[in-house]
């Protein structure tokens, strides 16, 4: 007669499977917060997946504040981080949890032929793919030589009740505002704001907001980033976009970044994803997407109708100051448009 073995037999065993199981190493990962639309993202992070076997778990922001939020938490998080690295779609944001410890210094290889203005020197950040802040403005409703050639005429009575602008203390905006309250000086780039409003400009929720009521017809021109303005024209909507400022301070380019966060638990796999984002092939990647970022690897090719780095007069910018200077920027422009 076969003699079953003991239950304690297979409680061994079972037992002796899972201590194994337990002691296979996991599949690598790296946790990945990322503030750019999710649209755009997802490719890059699934491409990154199938070339290098390490899983990322990406946590994205969403709306007019996009950017705003995974900052606020990635500060809340500054004691027990949970992210590996940031991906966010706006510097000063960036720069802001510099100032605040947040981030680790990692000096990619990739980030050696990104231009200086658009990296941090001790390599806390570096940026890439950018967008420039333009008029965009209803074709339908004017004609393209007479369409606005700077930020500054839009405070002019021609244009009365026909400009929309994004919220000044949010998103890009608020880099944006920042940038010309330090190159303007803090009087001057509140006046032009105060004119503006004055002038009936209708301020929206964000970027989106403006492209929608602009293509729509509700205005005739707007401030915008190009990769809004950029999918409005790739859906044949009557729009077109003006680099402004090239006789004078130039347009403001504003980079996605991509930074290590200190005390991460991938730091390995943080580093990955750092030198895969900054390939020239990811730019290519991004600067063909619907988006059309702007690349700042020299070289990447770009698409019909997009302007490379070297043929955009850009504003100089001190991306430092910027995050220094932000929060207090950003609480008056409040005050102005809330009061």
């Keep these: 007669?076969?003699?079953?073995?003991?239950?304690?037999?297979?409680?061994?065993?079972?037992?002796?499977?899972?201590?194994?199981?337990?002691?296979?190493?996991?599949?690598?990962?790296?946790?990945?917060?990322?503030?750019?639309?999710?649209?755009?993202?997802?490719?890059?992070l699934n491409a990154f997946e199938r070339e290098t076997g390490i899983r990322v778990e990406a946590i994205y922001d969403t709306g007019a504040t996009k950017t705003v939020g995974l900052t606020n938490r990635l500060l809340e998080e500054r004691n027990h981080p949970r992210a590996d690295v940031f991906w966010s779609s706006d510097t000063g944001?960036?720069?802001?949890?510099?100032?605040?410890?947040?981030?680790?210094?990692?000096?990619?290889?990739?980030?050696?032929?990104?231009?200086?203005?658009?990296r941090d020197p001790d390599g806390y950040w570096t940026g890439f793919s950018a967008r420039a802040r333009v008029i965009i403005y209803n074709t339908d409703l004017v004609p393209a030589d007479q369409a606005p050639r700077s930020i500054f005429e839009l405070s002019d009575e021609r244009w009365r009740g026909q400009v929309a602008l994004g919220t000044p203390y949010l998103g890009t905006m608020a880099s944006h505002h920042t940038a010309l309250y330090l190159a303007l000086g803090r009087d001057a780039a509140l006046t032009w704001l105060s004119d503006l409003i004055a002038n009936d400009a209708r301020i929206v929720v964000g970027n989106t907001a403006v492209r929608d009521i602009v293509s729509q017809g509700a205005m005739a021109v707007g401030v915008i980033d190009t990769s809004?303005?950029?999918?409005?024209?790739?859906?044949?909507?009557?729009?077109?976009?003006?680099?402004?400022?090239?006789?004078?301070?130039?347009?403001?380019?504003?980079?996605?970044?991509?930074?290590?966060?200190?005390?991460?638990?991938?730091?390995?796999?943080?580093?990955?994803?750092?030198?895969?984002?900054?390939?020239?092939?990811?730019?290519?990647?991004?600067?063909a997407s619907r988006s059309a970022q702007i690349p700042l690897h020299p070289g990447v090719p770009v698409p019909e109708g997009v302007r490379s780095l070297d043929q955009i007069r850009a504003m100089s910018v001190d991306f430092a100051a910027i995050g220094q200077a932000m929060d207090g920027v950003c609480a008056e422009l409040a005050e102005l448009v809330l009061q």
Excluded: K
């Design 93 to 118: 944001r960036t720069v802001v949890l510099q100032q605040a410890g947040i981030l680790a210094p990692f000096q990619s290889p990739g980030a050696e032929s990104i231009p200086v203005a658009f």
């Design 1 to 44: 007669m076969q003699r079953r073995a003991p239950v304690c037999h297979w409680l061994c065993v079972l037992l002796s499977l899972a201590v194994f199981a337990g002691c296979r190493p996991a599949s690598p990962s790296v946790v990945v917060y990322c503030s750019r639309d999710q649209l755009y993202a997802e490719p890059v």
């Design 228 to 287: 809004d303005a950029f999918e409005a024209m790739a859906d044949g909507l009557p729009v077109d976009i003006v680099y402004p400022d090239q006789d004078g301070i130039g347009a403001m380019l504003i980079p996605n970044t991509i930074a290590l966060i200190a005390g991460g638990h991938h730091p390995d796999e943080g580093r990955r994803f750092v030198d895969y984002m900054l390939r020239p092939e990811t730019e290519a990647v991004l600067a």
